[in-house]
């Protein structure tokens, strides 16, 4: 019980602290907003190609949303040293770490459905499968926000977490399939999409939204599961030997 106790102040502590400021809100709406836009309303883009348009984006608003704040906040704690008083707290390493990511969880969950949203004011949604949608865009925030993580652990300064976290999330807006095929893509390639969890999540939202999938749904949930326990763990034994003496 106290475990959870605990758990719940890190995490209300983190949403006051990082997610919930002003400049934060307005740019987990904003940047959203940005690639809708940049996206629904690009040229030769008609109404009916807004459905095949909502994955990718949704999926991008998380990923950049996550991986953003959770590396650069981490980072800063570290920095700071103030990351050092809670590792001392007599809480499990891994409940803490749940806690210091859930902010950064529901902070992607809430981006992606500003382009949702505006969406739903444009086409007719009622064909979404929504239990596969929120399943998708849940499993989706929390694998990227492990990558963030991940991102945090590996670097000391906040600038080298933003450099590094580019280099994952570039290459996964082109080859994950969130805007084009992956079949199309130059066959050297292939394998390599299918090496990030990006492309699992895309695919499972994809489906979701409106019916297109290349993957079996339990595949592709199951996958990116595995992928966010994967992160999680690597960064939970990194923390373990860089962090804790």
């Not at 859930?102 to 382009?115: C, E, H, K, L, R």
Request: proline share 5%.
């Amino acid at each position: 019980m106290k475990q959870w106790i605990a758990f719940w102040n890190i995490l209300l502590k983190d949403m006051r602290t990082y997610y919930l400021k002003p400049p934060n809100v307005s740019w987990g709406i904003i940047f959203p907003l940005a690639w809708t836009g940049m996206f629904f309303i690009r040229s030769g883009a008609g109404m009916d190609r807004i459905l095949t348009l909502i994955p990718g984006v949704v999926a991008v608003s998380i990923l950049f949303g996550t991986t953003s704040m959770l590396s650069v906040t981490v980072t800063f704690e570290r920095k700071s040293r103030s990351f050092e008083r809670l590792l001392a707290a007599p809480i499990p390493l891994n409940v803490l770490m749940l806690a210091k990511t859930g902010g950064a969880i529901v902070f992607g969950i809430a981006n992606a459905f500003v382009p949702v949203i505006m969406a739903a004011f444009i086409v007719d949604l009622s064909q979404v499968a929504w239990g596969a949608f929120f399943t998708s865009v849940f499993l989706i925030a929390a694998t990227s926000t492990f990558l963030g993580l991940f991102i945090a652990v590996s670097v000391s300064e906040v600038f080298e977490a933003q450099t590094f976290s580019n280099f994952f999330r570039f290459p996964m807006i082109f080859l994950c399939g969130l805007f084009f095929p992956i079949e199309k893509l130059p066959l050297v390639l292939q394998p390599l999409s299918y090496a990030l969890p990006l492309t699992y999540g895309a695919d499972a939202l994809h489906g979701a939204v409106h019916g297109v999938h290349q993957m079996p749904y339990l595949l592709s949930l199951s996958v990116l599961c595995a992928f966010g326990i994967a992160l999680f763990a690597v960064s939970l034994w990194n923390i373990k030997r860089k962090w804790i003496v």
